[in-house]
């Protein structure tokens, strides 16, 4: 199975701070990578795929990028509705996985 | 509306069975790629299997904690996926979500790569 290192697995950040976490594959998943974002007792929301693309309607503050094995999830200037968990996921081979996630906060 | 909404959850005993039903609408759902994906309370998500349609051979494929124990299969005619869960553990107290993808469009994509579109989620809870 391919595993799924994200980190930070917490962060704190300021309104209008530019944020970013990275996912690392255990090999090359040639950016077969998503990344979603999850609100508390809501189910997940796709947000980039393919590494880079931006879901329709989602704000063009969010961005991914990476290669290989290595991915960066980033939101140019936090806003206090990002208060979220966010997740990258995997899809170059079975079984799909996650990475544990991280905890944005609004410091 | 294009919708998945998922049923059957609730507590069981170890040991125990249980089937989950997510029943689809707005979209072609005999067309559709179906997943589960679960999440056990305050940890990460967790990919449970896959169905494919039926015109894509219908197979199914399994994360290695659930496999031999859990059954995914899907009624197109009305518009309906299922996980059956048998001899049930405490470690897979978990709210189940059922996932497929839709609206993401590119050419040469595999069914299941992009999950965008989720039901709310149904809590399972073992325990005695």
């Known amino acids: 199975d391919i595993q799924m290192t994200q980190s930070p697995s917490s962060l704190s950040a300021s309104v209008g701070d530019r944020v970013t976490i990275t996912c690392q594959a255990s090999q090359d998943i040639s950016n077969y990578l998503n990344w979603y974002q999850q609100k508390p007792g809501k189910a997940p929301k796709l947000l980039i795929y393919d590494a880079s693309n931006l879901e329709t309607g989602v704000p063009s503050r969010f961005s991914g990028s990476g290669s290989g094995t290595d991915y960066t999830f980033t939101i140019s200037s936090l806003q206090p509705e990002d208060i979220a968990t966010y997740y990258c996921q995997q899809y170059d081979n079975l079984p799909r996985t996650f990475g544990q996630g991280t905890k944005l906060e609004i410091k | 509306e294009v919708q998945l909404v998922e049923s059957g959850g609730g507590l069981v005993e170890p040991g125990g069975s249980l089937r989950l039903s997510c029943a689809a609408s707005?979209?072609?759902?005999?067309?559709?790629?179906m997943s589960w994906v679960r999440q056990a309370p305050g940890k990460g998500l967790e990919w449970v299997g896959r169905i494919k349609s039926k015109t894509d051979g219908g197979t199914t494929h399994y994360a290695a904690p659930v496999k031999g124990r859990f059954t995914i299969s899907r009624d197109d005619s009305k518009d309906t996926l299922y996980l059956q869960m048998n001899s049930l553990k405490t470690e897979d107290t978990a709210v189940y979500y059922c996932?497929?993808?839709?609206?993401?469009?590119?050419?040469?994509?595999?069914?299941?790569?992009?999950?965008?579109?989720w039901g709310r989620g149904t809590l399972v809870t073992v325990s005695s």
């Open positions: 707005g979209f072609t759902f005999s067309n559709a790629w």
């Open positions: 996932t497929t993808q839709w609206g993401v469009v590119v050419v040469g994509a595999s069914p299941d790569w992009y999950f965008d579109l």
